[in-house]
């Protein structure tokens, strides 16, 4: 399956790719809660991008950018030589310090299988989910959904196929307080409405879910720049794939619930009730405001692999 990414997701010549000025990466000036990515999105980050887990000898080694602010996928692989190599940790670039890991090596995404990366089809890094137990954690997360009046996430992501353990697919999921697991805030893609994007929460935890679904489904092999707003303040939720935004109501006007969550916001899939996301993710970013979609997008296109 190594290399797959590249091969079979298709990636037409009018799909928005920016280049990135010299001095400039494609989040500077957004405000965000915590980033996540395959390749530099802040100026002001210097540090590396990822912590990755050689599979013959389980050694853990931190790497960077190369030059064009991507993943040095030419160190990794020297690094991983023969071997398979997985993803321990993707670090917040925000400097909050709210990382993505997972510290079971089963469940860890796949970066390189047996020397062959896991590349998108303009020939850069992704991270693979199997669609089975891969997920990741965010650190410091906990108040995520916590009284507020705006939250937005965000995914650059590609699904493989139909999940094989739930129907639906979990990319970002914020869950709730209580003794019950509800959802708090959500980017998914749903089986029911044909694997289209799907955005959406609870003010509070005791209301019922509401979403809004994009007008088309994301094909497996066709990448998604994926937005979802929750607009508890003025009862609206939002969702946005590649450019093409829907907008519908969301219960009553309020901030989301006053309460910490039950468990940290999870990428790729939910180690709750089983949805696990199946394909490959180049980035996810979280913010507490309505970040403007335009802006947004124009950014998440310049994470495209």
């Known amino acids: 399956m190594a290399g797959s990414l590249g091969l079979s997701l298709g990636f037409g010549p009018g799909a928005a790719r920016r280049r990135a000025g010299p001095s400039r990466a494609p989040l500077d000036g957004l405000a965000l809660y915590a980033a996540h990515g395959l390749r530099r999105m802040f100026s002001a980050h210097t540090g590396p991008l990822l912590r990755a887990r050689r599979g013959s000898d389980h050694a853990q080694a931190d790497f960077g950018p190369r030059g064009d602010g991507w993943l040095d996928i030419a160190a990794l692989l020297a690094w991983g030589g023969s071997a398979s190599v997985f993803l321990v940790t993707l670090y917040d670039q925000t400097g909050n310090d709210r990382h993505a890991g997972q510290s079971s090596a089963g469940a860890q995404p796949r970066l390189v299988q047996a020397g062959s990366a896991e590349l998108g089809p303009g020939g850069r890094p992704v991270a693979l989910f199997d669609g089975i137990d891969d997920w990741l954690a965010i650190s410091d997360s906990l108040a995520f959904s916590q009284a507020q009046a705006n939250l937005t996430l965000a995914a650059v992501v590609a699904r493989t196929g139909v999940n094989a353990a739930a129907g639906n697919q979990q990319i970002v999921y914020a869950p ?50 994926l937005i979802g707003r929750v607009r508890y303040g003025a009862a609206q939720a939002d969702i946005v794939v590649n450019g093409a935004s829907t907008s519908g109501p969301f219960q009553t006007a309020g901030t989301s619930a006053n309460t910490v969550q039950g468990a940290r916001v999870l990428i790729g899939a939910t180690n709750t009730n089983g949805e696990p996301f199946s394909g490959g993710l180049s980035a996810v970013l979280l913010a507490q405001t309505a970040l403007d979609v335009a802006a947004l997008d124009a950014a998440l296109g310049q994470m495209l692999p």
């Open 176 to 225: 709730s307080g209580g003794t019950s697991v509800l959802t708090r805030a959500s980017l998914a893609l749903f089986a029911a409405d044909g694997y289209r994007a799907v955005a959406g929460g609870r003010r509070l935890d005791t209301d019922a879910f509401t979403r809004v679904t994009a007008a088309d489904a994301l094909a497996p092999g066709i990448w998604g720049r």
